[in-house]
């Protein structure tokens, strides 16, 4: 189960419930998301888990 607490972008202090949150208001990638809240736009270093997370929100 996932914990929404989790930080997940340590730059902008951003959880993987704002990520949740982001895709259950509609975010599909991770573009979307980025509209929503920045993650990833200042080191790059959580992309990649961001994108998986994103993916398995959506492929519920």
Do not use: H, Y
């Not at 573009?31 to 736009?41: L, R, S």
């Amino acid at each position: 189960m996932m914990n929404p607490d989790e930080v997940i972008c340590s730059c902008l202090d951003i959880t993987k419930g704002m990520i949740q949150e982001a895709v259950n208001n509609g975010a599909k990638t991770l573009e979307d998301v980025q509209a929503v809240n920045d993650v990833g736009t200042v080191c790059g270093a959580c992309i990649e888990d961001v994108e998986k997370l994103i993916a398995e929100l959506t492929s519920k």
